[in-house]
């Protein structure tokens, strides 16, 4: 063995053998293991240190055995392998927590369980977040490292393609879509579903069947949202009675009074599935196939049927316990008692109202023309096929009538409501008739069902006890927004209340019903919003019970007052362009020739100038003021909603200009009043009363504009005709004959135009046409403005 060159050796022979003594080591040469260590000191790397040995395994650590034999298996352990012996090591697994610190300092898998989720993993340093903590994703109890379905969408990790993500799975069908399954087996049945290809997934697709009609109205209507041919259930709509002008001039005439009881009507047209339930029932023949029928035909169980006679949708009618519709009760659920054009106001029909001719070229499901709905709620009045109705055809009488039912033993019986291959634009009016044999068959004709009355069952009074508050009683507001309050005994067992601004009794599937629970003691708060004209308010509140028996309406009133920049009265409604015949032949000579013009679209104020409006611009110093007394509106006390009179031709522009605009011009204004079905007033043609507007001296002064509801132009503008007659901006001169596009009248002149009549012209001047004219320095009671802008 070799000794190191400085260690002096001193070497003696014994009757054992040899000894070695190495001086500076302090080994004793009568001991052959001087550390007691069981490694004899020839052997002993450290022959004075009990603890240290041999490192037999490489690992930079020994450790004594507590024999003579040391073997790898008892060698000094590094079982982290971090070069620190585990004697001397202070993170004996190294897991990055110190040993006096980890719960299981010998397994780097387990340290601490810090935010209480049975789970835990151990960090990269000394400190413990618990955001280094184990994870337990889905928090079943399993934690993540030992959990094979991780986020607990049922579907194992090895065949989730986003294991930790519980809404995505697979996409087997390839149609953008999955969904996990409630197994550990992802099929096309249980993978997400795009039921109409529309690159929308079911779970965020608002029309899942692409019927164009939206989920949430198919949950309401009773259909499934996901098949396209479901057909709605065909309600009944409770039609109150009442009475109205039958009739149109041009159209169907004489235009008649009628009034008629309370009755139901079906809300759609009777489909092709409907009529098969009663061919199925053994009640109903078989209707037509092939070509455009309905019945029978793959995909149009939610069409209308078709290819029906008379007697056959008779028949149905009856199998439902009612009876086909007169025309009388036809027309009035069509139009309602204001006079409709047609079921949805008097705007022109498009292919978004009503499927008439030009549109599809076949029948569609009904109710698809969600915004073609009569104000009863009943879609299809209009288009997609003829309805059948029980009357024969006759002519009109003249003289008023109570529920007609028409003449009696003639062959030919009357349609209505026009259809997807016939009658245009005039065959959708309300008003149209047309009739046939009773037992012809066609692909546009249809039918609906009507039954005795269920509106109303009575007119009972509004309990005496009801006490209606506004605001709690107070006389006047500046917000909008108030509280009404309904209170006292129940006594009529009330299930809803209506509140509305107009006093005309609610229909049944009015809007404003609100449920409440029928309790003994009726108290209601609701923040009911008041129109946007200032002045007076009355609110009116009906109530009725489980019975449909209507109450007589409670009543409260409330001054929203005027204020120096409130947008109260000041909002603009835009004109889109367009053409229409500009004059009448109905009137005086200079409402002719009959032209054609065209305009571009503009804005035109939905109110006349109020007082108060016009009070602003002369505060703000940009109006003159204008005259006071008599009947003058400019600073009477309670008139600020009232429209601004006494005005001359320059004071209303110079209004118009500081609002950034200018008067219209005639032909805007005729425009915006009649729209280019040219109607003889802004509401339609029937004949003015004191229902629609300020006029004939009824009143004998102005009324807060927006006052006249049912007198409204087909763009929605109030007092269009009467209130005040309005200045234009262009000089008065005799019509060309040519087309026009945005004229602007003569380039000088005399007087001025004025258009719409006032509160004390009779009829003739309140139609649309009528043209006046005054010196632009004319100022009266009578003569007010409006402006007009850009778009």
């Known amino acids: 063995m070799s000794l190191p060159l400085e260690a ?66 008892n060698d000094g352990p590094d079982r982290d392998s971090d070069g620190v012996c585990d004697a001397g090591d202070q993170d004996y697994d190294n897991d990055g927590v110190p040993d006096d610190q980890d719960l299981a300092p010998h397994d780097r898998f387990s340290c601490h369980d810090l935010d209480n989720d049975t789970c835990n993993e151990c960090s990269s340093g000394t400190v413990m977040p618990v955001a280094a903590d184990g994870p337990d994703l889905d928090e079943d109890g399993l934690c993540d490292a030992g959990d094979t379905d991780q986020d607990g969408d049922g579907v194992v990790d090895q065949d989730d393609s986003h294991p930790r993500n519980a809404l995505l799975c697979h996409d087997l069908d390839s149609d953008t879509c999955d969904e996990c399954a409630t197994g550990t087996v992802v099929t096309t049945a249980t993978d997400g579903t795009d039921t109409d290809s529309d690159g929308l997934c079911n779970a965020g697709d608002t029309d899942d069947d692409g019927d164009g009609i939206d989920d949430s109205q198919e949950a309401l209507n009773g259909t499934d949202p996901t098949d396209e041919h479901d057909p709605p259930p065909n309600p009944w709509v409770n039609i ?114 009503a499927q008439y001719l030009g549109c599809d070229g076949e ?27 029980a009357d024969c055809y006759g002519s009109y009488p003249s003289e008023a009538q109570v529920d007609p039912t028409g003449p009696a033993g003639i062959s030919v019986h009357v349609l209505r409501g026009g259809s997807w291959g016939g009658g245009g634009d005039s065959g959708v009016r309300s008003a149209s008739r047309v009739y046939l044999d009773y037992k012809y068959k066609s692909g546009l004709l249809g039918f609906r069902c009507a039954s005795p009355g269920q ?32 209170s006292g005994t129940d006594d009529m067992a009330i299930i809803a209340y209506c509140l509305k601004e107009d006093s005309a009794p609610p229909l049944t599937n009015a809007t404003c019903w609100k449920p409440i629970a029928a309790t003994a003691t009726l108290s209601v708060d609701y923040l ?24 007589a309406p409670a009543q409260a009133s409330i001054v929203l007052e005027h204020e120096v920049g409130d947008p109260g009265t000041d909002e603009w409604v835009t004109i889109p362009g367009g053409t229409f015949q500009m004059g009448s032949t109905d009137g005086d000579g200079d409402e002719e020739p009959v032209h054609q013009v065209t305009l571009s679209a503009y804005r035109i104020q939905k109110y006349e100038v109020t007082a108060g409006d016009y009070s602003d611009c002369v505060t703000a110093g940009e109006c003159t003021v204008a005259n006071t007394g008599g009947s003058c509106t400019y600073q009477a006390a309670g008139k600020e909603d009232h429209p601004i009179n006494c005005v001359d031709w320059h004071q209303a522009r110079a209004y118009c200009q500081w609002r950034g605009g200018d008067l219209p011009t005639e032909a805007q204004w005729e425009y915006a009043a009649r729209g280019n079905n040219g109607h003889t007033y802004p509401w339609g043609n029937e004949a003015p009363d004191s229902t629609r507007l300020n006029y004939n001296g009824t009143i004998g002064e102005t009324t807060a504009v927006g006052t006249y509801l049912t007198g409204v132009s087909s763009y929605g503008l109030f007092d269009m005709s009467g209130n005040v007659w309005e200045w234009v901006a262009d000089w008065y001169s005799t019509y060309p004959s040519a087309a026009q596009v945005d004229p602007t009248g003569p380039g000088s002149g005399s007087s001025r135009v004025l258009r719409g009549g006032g509160w004390s012209g009779n009829s003739f001047y309140v139609r649309s046409a009528v043209r006046g004219s005054g010196s632009p320095g004319d100022r009266n009671n009578n003569l007010g403005f409006r402006c007009a802008s850009p778009p």
């Open 8 to 73: 002096s050796l001193f070497i003696a022979e014994t009757n054992t053998g040899f000894w070695i003594s190495v001086d500076d080591t302090g080994t004793d040469p009568l001991n052959e293991d001087t550390d007691g260590d069981g490694e004899l000191d020839g052997e002993d790397l450290a022959p004075l240190n009990s603890l240290s040995c041999h490192d037999l395994d490489g690992d930079t650590c020994d450790e004594c055995a507590s024999g003579a034999l040391v073997e790898p298996a």
């Open 240 to 353: 109150p009675g009442g009475t109205f002008m039958m009739g149109q001039d041009g159209v169907a005439t004489p235009v008649h009074q009628v009034t008629l009881s309370a009755y139901r009507i079906q809300k759609y047209e009777v489909t092709a599935g409907d009529y098969s339930d009663c061919v199925m029932a053994g009640k109903c023949p078989a209707a037509d196939t092939g070509d455009s029928c309905t019945y029978q035909a793959a995909g149009k169980a939610d069409h209308p049927i078709n290819c029906v006679d008379w007697s056959l949708a008779q028949n149905y009618c009856y199998w439902l316990g009612g009876n086909l519709p007169t025309e009388a009760q036809w027309e009035y659920a069509a139009r309602g008692s204001v006079g409709r054009i047609y079921p949805w106001g008097n705007d022109a029909p498009t292919c978004t109202l």
């Open 363 to 389: 029948t569609v499901a009904v109710g698809s023309k969600l915004t073609g709905v009569s104000p009863f709620g009943l879609h299809d009045m209009a288009g997609n096929v003829w309805e059948w109705v």
């Open 455 to 486: 509106g109303w069952t009575a007119d009972t009074q509004a309990p005496s006890f009801t006490d209606l508050t506004i605001d709690g009683g107070t006389a006047s507001t500046k917000d909008q927004e108030v509280l009404v309050h309904l």
């Open 528 to 551: 009911f919003t008041l129109s946007d004209i200032n002045g007076q308010k009355t609110v009116y509140a009906w109530l009725n019970d489980a019975a449909s028996n209507l109450s």
